[in-house]
């Protein structure tokens, strides 16, 4: 069974740092590109970080650019979403995805986790 699931979620202070893991079982995650997404309270479903299979090519919105850091251990098949200097607008759900061929910052992937909360308050 095919099954991506997201852990490391969170209440943390501002300025504070977490790190998202995503586990896959049922499928090696060498082979796809993931996503870490994520949804706040009334607000549409946003790319976060990306990374590529292979060349391990990143990306990052410019609201976390310079504060996350994304990274994958092919032999763990685990993706990890280093997250620091965290501010309130960084809560949310955070899924990661999977998608086989290149990553997208549009969220058609193929496997979904279930989400982990992050929530940043004093």
């Known amino acids: 069974q095919v099954q991506l699931v997201e852990s490391g979620g969170g209440l943390v202070q501002p300025g504070g740092s977490l790190r998202l893991s995503c586990a896959a079982s049922g499928f090696t995650l060498d082979y796809y590109a993931i996503g870490w997404f994520r949804q706040a309270p009334g607000k549409e479903r946003e790319g976060v970080s990306c990374?590529?299979?292979?060349?391990?090519?990143?990306y990052y919105a410019d609201s976390v650019k310079g504060r996350f850091t994304i990274s994958r251990d092919n032999a763990k098949n685990t993706v990890y979403l280093q997250m620091n200097s965290l501010k309130p607008e960084d809560t949310a759900v955070y899924y990661c995805?999977?998608?086989?061929?290149?990553?997208?910052?549009?969220?058609?992937?193929?496997?979904w986790g279930q989400g982990t909360q992050v929530t940043v308050s004093s």
């Open positions: 995805a999977a998608r086989g061929g290149g990553y997208s910052t549009a969220d058609d992937y193929d496997y």
């Open positions: 990374i590529s299979s292979g060349d391990g090519a990143t």
